[in-house]
């Protein structure tokens, strides 16, 4: 079983920072990509950054300046440092991780975060 459970939301004011964790646990073997995304109150879950084992990077252009993703393979671990926040970042907050659970797998699966609520206000 792999969970995988953010941390650090909560209520900012435009301008201000907030830095998201996302740890996996469980049975792991290995970890590849991880990312972040959010879905606004009725809008589609939209990627917001992605970091692959090597320490590669992606950001979608809304987030690009602001924002930074970093992982500690050591702790299984993903953050999400956000900077110059504005009220349309204000969604909730998913990360996911491609894990392998044991090695043989040919694959890895891809497992979701429950959320968590980032708000920034005006």
């Known amino acids: 079983q792999v969970r995988l459970v953010e941390s650090g939301g909560g209520l900012v004011q435009a301008g201000g920072s907030l830095r998201l964790s996302c740890a996996a646990s469980?049975?792991?073997?290995?970890?590849?990509?991880m990312g972040w995304y959010r879905q606004a109150p009725g809008k589609q879950r939209e990627l917001v950054a992605t970091i692959g084992r090597g320490a590669t990077t992606n950001y979608a252009d809304p987030v690009k300046g602001r924002f930074t993703i970093s992982r500690d393979n050591a702790k299984n671990t993903v953050y999400l440092q956000m900077n110059s926040l504005k009220p349309e970042d204000t969604a909730v907050y998913y990360c996911?991780?491609?894990?392998?659970?044991?090695?043989?797998?040919?694959?890895?699966?891809?497992?979701w975060g429950q959320g968590t609520q980032v708000t920034v206000s005006s």
């Open positions: 996911n991780a491609g894990i392998k659970t044991v090695a043989i797998m040919p694959y890895e699966n891809l497992y």
């Open positions: 469980g049975s792991i073997f290995s970890i590849n990509a």
